[in-house]
């Protein structure tokens, strides 16, 4: 591997409760310690909230938990509604009886949302074996602090007047985002046993801040591995989903592959991570190759090829900021030679041979997608298309680069040309220095040339004008096999560029290839 990382104690600033107090010296803050005060319940905000304070990372989702000594019933939902009645039509409440929670979201001048605020009351958990669901009783702040995660996740600042900003971290917290420490609060292997979740929230917490786990906590991760099974696809793809979209996801993938993880919930990946020795001879690790790739992609900002990836019209596909974009084609470099452990031969001359992977690959792609709960739309048809294609630039650039070859790539990637080419760049990780930077240089032929068929519109370029109902109409077929060898005559001429894509000479064309099929005008 050409990429290695390193945990770095976090970026973050300690604070006294004095600093705390003027931290969230706001009126939303002044407000839900008047709400929680005016009802004799003790109020703290908790978890995330306050772990991004000392990482100085600004946060408008605030989680708050509410303890009644004195056995108030929901807790949570008094507070939430004694603060929407302050903020008056600012504010918007939700409530959810049966989970004894509330959310209030406020609204600025403008009518945009500018705070999210949970409020649950304190509670103790247990878990039955089979399920992620907790029995969930009424409990002390200590019970709260004690079901968190982790011990980073399970600090709280008290809100109510007498103690404002009170720091509460039972656990040292604290400690452990100075050390860049991922630690759980209790015995790790009840914390991942009970939520099996945790685990891969554990790996994406460690991958989000460069963290290290701490060890126990890891060797809770492999012994408790096969407990993942009990939770959905969708919850595991939504995790898979955030840890791709931090700044170094192969990390994440290679935790996922130590603890076993990665076996259990996408083993075509984790079966790539093996080198097979035959007379002497070894094909890379096409796990780490994998890992290189998406890390070359992440380094690489999307727009810095000279087309941008969007389509044609302007539009960002698969996500309309383009984040959804990057998701996708990250999901592509992960998946983009997945068909290699199937495709895999010994050739006495060659050595081994991966023929045909990419399709292989592409094929699996809806299986892969269905069983982990992703989308089966344009996401997955995007993801699948890159798979295929993923090999065509490379063979462009490790040859002369043609005109017609260029033309055939871009007809057949269509719009996403760019994130093919910005996938390919990335695959681009050979070890001989001058074998790669002939690779790079024949790329910048490829992407002028693109360039060049955009600048001349190539959808109208490179689809012939005449159509096959026009065909049909011309030579009074119905849709047959004769029709399909004439378009993709025209076709082959116009992406060859022997003729314009004008009228006149596909005329011609089409009229001596008819009469070679015996076909008449009408």
Same mark, same amino acid.
């Not at 050390?179 to 015995?187: E, F, H, V």
């Not at 290290?212 to 408790?224: G, K, P, Q, S």
């Not at 910048?444 to 955009?454: G, M, P, Y």
């Given at each position: ?26 009126? +939303? ?51 939430? &509604? ?130 290290? +786990? ?15 099974? +009990? ?46 020795? &035959? ?83 592409? &094929? ?31 063979? +462009? ?58 600048? &001349? ?66």
């Amino acid at each position: 591997m050409s990429f290695f990382f390193c945990n770095f104690a976090a970026e973050m600033k300690d604070y006294t409760d004095a600093e705390l107090a003027q931290i969230l010296d706001k009126d +939303i803050f002044h407000m839900i310690s008047e709400a929680a005060d005016s009802l004799g319940l003790e109020c703290y905000v908790v978890g995330g909230y306050v772990r991004d304070i000392f990482l100085e990372k600004p946060s408008d989702d605030i989680d708050c938990v509410v303890v009644a000594p004195d056995g108030t019933p929901a807790p949570g939902i008094a507070v939430a &509604k004694r603060l929407k009645k302050m903020l008056g039509k600012r504010a918007y409440l939700s409530v959810f009886k049966n989970f004894g929670t509330a959310q209030v979201k406020v609204y600025g001048e403008a009518g945009s949302l500018s705070l999210e605020i949970e409020f649950v009351g304190a509670r103790r958990e247990s878990y039955q074996r089979d399920s992620r669901k907790p029995i969930v009783e009424d409990g002390t702040l200590e019970d709260d602090q004690n079901r968190r995660d982790f011990t980073i996740n399970a600090m709280a600042i008290c809100l109510n007047k007498d103690r404002f900003g009170e720091l509460v971290d039972p656990f040292g917290g604290i400690d452990d985002l100075y050390d860049g420490i991922i630690r759980t609060p209790l015995d790790p292997d009840i914390t991942f046993s009970d939520d099996p979740l945790r685990m891969l929230r554990c790996i994406r917490f460690a991958t989000r801040f460069n963290f290290l +786990i701490e060890d126990e906590t890891f060797e809770a991760l492999e012994r408790n591995a096969e407990r993942i099974k +009990i939770i959905s696809g969708e919850r595991i793809a939504e995790e898979l989903n955030k840890t791709l979209m931090t700044k170094h996801p192969s990390r994440g993938f290679v935790d996922l592959q130590r603890s076993g993880l990665l076996a259990l919930i996408l083993p075509e990946l984790s079966h790539m991570d093996m080198v097979e020795t &035959k007379n002497g001879r070894a094909h890379k690790n096409n796990f780490y190759h994998t890992l290189e790739v998406l890390e070359n992609l992440v380094k690489a900002p999307l727009n810095s090829h000279e087309g941008e990836l969007s389509h044609s019209d302007g539009t960002p596909p698969l996500g309309e900021d383009g984040r959804g974009l990057q998701l996708w084609l990250r999901w592509a470099a992960l998946l983009h030679d997945i068909g290699k452990p199937k495709s895999k031969r010994w050739d006495p001359n060659l050595g081994w041979t991966f023929h045909a992977h990419n399709t292989i690959g592409a &094929k699996m792609i809806p299986g892969i997608f269905k069983r982990m709960k992703l989308p089966l739309d344009a996401k997955m048809k995007f993801v699948q298309k890159m798979v295929d294609l993923h090999m065509r630039p490379i063979a +462009i650039a490790d040859d002369i680069v043609t005109d017609s070859a260029v033309r055939r790539l871009v007809n057949d990637a269509g719009d996403d040309i760019d994130s093919l080419m910005a996938l390919c760049e990335a695959d681009i990780t050979s070890k001989n220095q001058q074998r790669k930077q002939k690779f790079l240089d024949n790329y910048q032929l490829v992407h002028q040339k693109i360039e060049d068929l955009k600048e &001349k519109d190539f959808k109208r370029l490179l689809q012939p004008v005449i159509d096959g109902n026009e065909i049909m109409e011309m030579y009074n077929l119905k849709p047959s096999r004769e029709v399909g060898l004439l378009k993709q005559y025209l076709k082959e001429a116009v992406l060859d560029n022997k003729v314009e894509n004008e009228r006149e000479a596909l005329l011609t064309l089409l009229d001596e290839k008819a009469k070679e099929l015996g076909l008449n005008k009408e």
